[in-house]
Structure formats: C-alpha cells, structure tokens
C-alpha cells in the first residue's frame, strides 16, 4: 500500500493559514506576470533577438514554471486546510524542483558570460554568443537538467520511507524526505554534496569571475550614464544569485540528522520563490531597452484599438477613402 505524504503546516491557526495562502497567492500572480510579459515583449519586439533577451526571455519561462511546481500546490493546501500530498506528487515536486533549479543555474550563468562577452569582449560578441551557441547551449542545459533531476530524483524514491510520512516542509524536497527514510542515505547525502560543489559551485566562481572582469572594465569607463547603468544592472544579479546559491546551499547541504526548524522553510523560500520574483523587477524596471519595448507595444496596441472602434464607428467613410487612396 502506497502511502501519501503529509507536508507541513505554515501555521496551526486557521487565520494565519488563510492569510498565507492568500500573500503568496498574490506573490504568484505578480511572478508569473512578470515573467511572462517580459517573454513576450522580447519575443514580440525585434530589436530585442539579441543573446542577451533570448536568455531573458528563456529565464522568464523557466522561472514561471519553476515557481508554479510549489507555491499553488501549498496555497491550495492552506486554503483547504489540507497537508496529504502523493507519493507520485511528491516525486514530481522532488523532480521539477530539481530540474528548474539545476537549469536555472546555468541560464544565470550563461547571462553572465554573455554580459562579460559584451563588456569585456566586445569585438569579439557575435563571433562569441552567436545564435546556433545560444540554441545549442539551452538544449544543452534542459537535456542535462532533466537528466540530473532524474537521477536524483529515482536515487530519493528507492529508499524506503518507514520513520514517518510527515514531511517537515512547505513542499517535498530531497533533505526533508532523506530524514523521513529507515536505510543509510550517506550515499544519497555524498551524491548530493559532490554535485552541488562541482556544478553549482562551480557555476557560482564563474559567475563571480566573470562580474569582476566586468566591473574592472566597467570602472575604467567614463563618469557618466554607461557607468551607472552597468552598475545597477550587475549588482542586483549578482545579489539574486548569491540569495538563490546561498540558501540552496544551506538547505541541500546540511546534516540529514540536524532537526528541521523554521530556519529551513525560510531558506526554502528563498530559493524557490525569490529568483522568480526579482528576475523581472531586475530586468524589466532597471532595463530602458525592456521598457521602451513595452511603451512601444502598449502604444501600437492602443493605436489599433483606436482604428478599430473608428472602423466599426464610419466603415462606409473608411472604405470609400481607402478605394480612393488606392486610385
């Protein structure tokens, strides 16, 4: 008999549960619009299919998809005053969080890497981040990320659950669920640390790396607007990413046998809600190009607007005028 999971409870009282699903109800509207009209104003506007808003626009997807594997399943929850989760939606939790995480990693690194390419190297930029790369290293980085997420996720599921079935987490992770199994999981715990520190740690050194070639050129520009908005344009990503690491770090590579505490749900937000959330506010109000595309299509639709209803308003007038531009 396969048993269901039993996630936990952001608060015993009826009210502070309504009012958490309701905050963070509201944080997922406001994140998944973001990013989505940020998809679709660097896919709509031509001049932004450039390799800098084709990253963007991929990060914004991903980042809906990555906030949309947690933050409603646990808001229904609240609502419901429910805390029963499958084995299979536990799994699929434990596998997309994986997989979202792991290729948002590398989408923040290739961003970065394309920022030092067109700073630092800029002669050199279509050559460097050339379309056929940019496609090839986003398949690239789903492919490995759907692989790594499996096999994390089926080296979880093997072991057998016999302590408990009460996950100690707004949603199942691999650390709470290793605490919840009745075998050895140092195995578990040693895959999970060597990966981290050669994939995240590793994209971690060339993030920063690339950052300090960045702000060294950067400082020997002249005292003016290009200065500044590099500044203000870096120094927020480099935060984003040192809050998403950071905090993922903490939660996947802590002891098995350190009790779980509020601390851990916490971090937990951190790594799964803030990234998705800041990504746009980063790169859409700091952004002038992002925002000229925006006034832009919101005037054209506008415009269009006006045309239409002035259509239906005089079709005859229009149509003889227009027969007549034609002659």
């Known amino acids: 008999m396969t048993m269901d999971f039993l996630l936990m409870e952001i608060s015993d009282m009826r009210d502070l549960q309504l009012f958490y699903a309701m905050s963070f109800f509201l944080i ?61 939606g536990c799994g699929a939790q434990v596998f ?13 690194t290739m961003m970065a890497h394309d920022r030092f390419a067109a700073i630092c190297r800029p002669l050199h930029y279509p050559v460097i981040m050339s379309p056929r790369l940019c496609v090839h290293s986003t398949l690239v980085a789903l ?87 590099a500044f203000s344009t870096c120094v927020p990503h480099i935060l984003v990413v040192v809050v998403f690491l950071s905090s993922g770090f903490y939660v996947y590579l802590r002891p098995s046998a350190i009790s779980a505490s509020i601390r851990d749900m916490v971090m937990s937000v951190f790594y799964s809600v803030i990234p998705p959330l800041f990504n746009p506010l980063i790169y859409s109000l700091r952004n002038e190009q992002i925002k000229c595309a925006m006034r832009k299509l919101m005037t054209r639709r506008i415009n269009s607007g006006n045309v239409f209803r002035i259509k239906k308003t005089f079709p005859l007038q229009l149509s003889h005028s227009h027969v007549c531009g034609n002659k």
């Open 28 to 88: 997922y509207l406001m994140t998944v619009m973001g990013n989505l009209v940020i998809a679709a104003v660097t896919t709509l506007d031509k001049s932004l299919h450039t390799p800098m808003y084709f990253f963007l626009r991929n990060l914004s997807i991903l980042d809906s998809c990555y906030i949309s594997v947690t933050v409603p399943n646990s808001c229904v929850n609240s609502l419901l005053g429910t805390r029963s989760i499958s084995r299979a």
């Open 143 to 229: 492919l490995t990320g759907l692989i790594y997420a499996a096999l994390h996720t089926l080296n979880t599921f093997r072991l057998p659950f016999c302590h408990s079935h009460a996950v100690q987490q707004l949603f199942c992770d691999i650390p709470s669920l290793l605490k919840l199994s009745c075998s050895d999981t140092f195995s578990n715990q040693i895959a999970i640390l060597v990966s981290s520190v050669v994939i995240c740690g590793g994209c971690f050194i060339y993030i920063i790396k690339s950052y300090i070639h960045i702000f060294s050129t950067v400082i020997k520009f002249p005292v003016g607007a290009d200065r500044k908005k």
């Open 96 to 108: 997309f969080v994986i997989f979202f995480a792991f290729v948002e990693v590398l989408f923040l």
